[in-house]
């Protein structure tokens, strides 16, 4: 047990998927019988998650016990299998791993709410983007000093736009980037050589995640324009281009 009992965890985070499925008409441990048993305190035992999907579906298991001897079997099973096969195990935990935790635990908050998604603002951008490169363009061909003027000045104003809307959408910028990094841990986990035909929800994942192949071809633009540790000139096209900015409001519209 040790350290990860101590660890300090956000009950209010790791609550948000029970919070966001529960249903009237379905029997959970309420909140009352909950803190008697003092669960927050075995949920912190039990929890060995990587990620915060993990995090937060353990909550939610604890809450909605299931009473199905069937599925409780199944349950077994995968467990044993896992249990046997530390090959897949590993793989598995490596792919858990580099998905990590998101620290805010927005992604839930960002999938419910409406998507901000203004024609005049990917209108603008498209716009200020053209003007980029004819800046570009004209500077080349004008070969004199005064070229580096505009460019400064087309600079400053692409500055001030992607300083602005990062400003309003940084929270939505990361859960894009999160929920990407989600299907393409789930994609790699469900290519494992031979788990598809022992673990049966597998395939339930490789059919919900193909509509979704296409959105995971698009959000590169989205990761790779704001990367952590990226070189000073990266960031400069960033900007300069509006990459982010315009990679965003790209993949609202999908």
């Not at 793989?91 to 791993?97: E, F």
């Not at 980029?132 to 087309?154: D, E, N």
């Not at 590169?220 to 000139?233: F, Q």
Request: hydrophobic share 40%; with cysteine.
């Amino acid at each position: 047990m040790g350290k990860r009992d101590k660890e300090k965890r956000d009950f209010t985070k790791i609550r948000k998927l029970y919070d966001d499925l529960k249903k009237d008409d379905v029997f959970y441990v309420d909140d009352q019988t909950w803190f008697d048993l003092n669960m927050d305190n075995i949920y912190s035992k039990l929890d060995r998650n990587l990620t915060t999907p993990g995090e937060q579906f353990l909550y939610y298991m604890l809450r909605k016990p299931c009473f199905s001897e069937d599925k409780l079997k199944k349950r077994g099973e995968n467990i044993n299998y896992l249990k046997d096969n530390n090959e897949v195990r590993e793989k598995i935990q490596y792919n858990l791993h580099k998905l990590g935790k998101d620290k805010n635990a927005y992604l839930l908050d960002f999938l419910k709410d409406k998507l901000p998604n203004s024609k005049s603002i990917k209108l603008s951008l498209n716009i200020l983007l053209i003007m980029s490169i004819s800046t570009i363009v004209y500077a080349i061909y004008l070969k004199k000093p005064v070229a580096m003027f505009y460019i400064m000045v087309m600079y400053f104003i692409n500055y001030y736009v992607h300083s602005k809307v990062k400003k309003n959408i940084l929270g939505d910028t990361s859960c894009i980037k999160y929920m990407y990094k989600v299907l393409i841990c789930a994609d790699s986990i469900i290519s494992i050589k031979d788990l598809q035909k022992n673990i049966d929800e597998v395939n339930i994942i490789k059919k919900e995640l193909q509509p979704c192949r296409k959105l995971m071809k698009k959000a590169v633009s989205l990761i790779m324009s704001n990367t952590d540790g990226v070189d000073i000139l990266m960031e400069y096209f960033n900007i300069f281009f509006l990459m982010e900015t315009r990679a965003f409001f790209l993949q609202l519209k999908r």
